[in-house]
Nanobody
Framework: QVQLVESGGGLVQAGDSLRLTCVAS????????VGWFRQAPGKERSFVTA???????WSTDSVRGRFTITKDKDKHKFFLQLHCLKSGDTGTYLC??????????????WGKGTLVTVSS
């Protein structure tokens, strides 16, 4: 059974950068598409960005050019680099693994999330 655990969240100011990490344990996630969702207070969980097994990436419009997903070469970790953070980016960030295009219905594994708070 693969488990996903996030880390790296925190309180930052608008314009700052942050890097989130997701570590997979138990089994390789190489065959999966992996990605990140976020859930703002009082709102539904929404897709942020994802990467397929072959390195192809895709993102929601609001983060394109600011957020980047990468994967460690050993394929057991993946990351979300966040730049130019805005107050609207505040939320709990959850890593996920499943099948492309990684809509919520495509997710097979969820992490529990790490909180990112952006103060303006």
């Amino acid at each position: 059974q693969v488990q996903l655990v996030e880390s790296g969240g925190g309180l930052v100011q608008a314009g700052d950068s942050l890097r989130l990490t997701c570590v997979a344990s138990g089994r390789s996630i190489t065959p999966y598409a992996v990605g990140w969702f976020r859930q703002a207070p009082g709102k539904e969980r929404s897709f942020v960005t994802a990467m397929n097994w072959n390195g192809e990436t895709w993102s929601t419009d609001s983060v394109r050019g600011r957020f980047t997903i990468t994967k460690d070469k050993d394929k057991h970790k993946f990351f979300l680099q966040l730049h130019c953070l805005k107050s609207g980016d505040t939320g709990t960030y959850l890593c996920a693994a499943g099948s492309k295009p990684l809509r919520r219905m495509d997710v097979r594994l969820w992490g529990k999330g790490t909180l990112v708070t952006v103060s303006s």
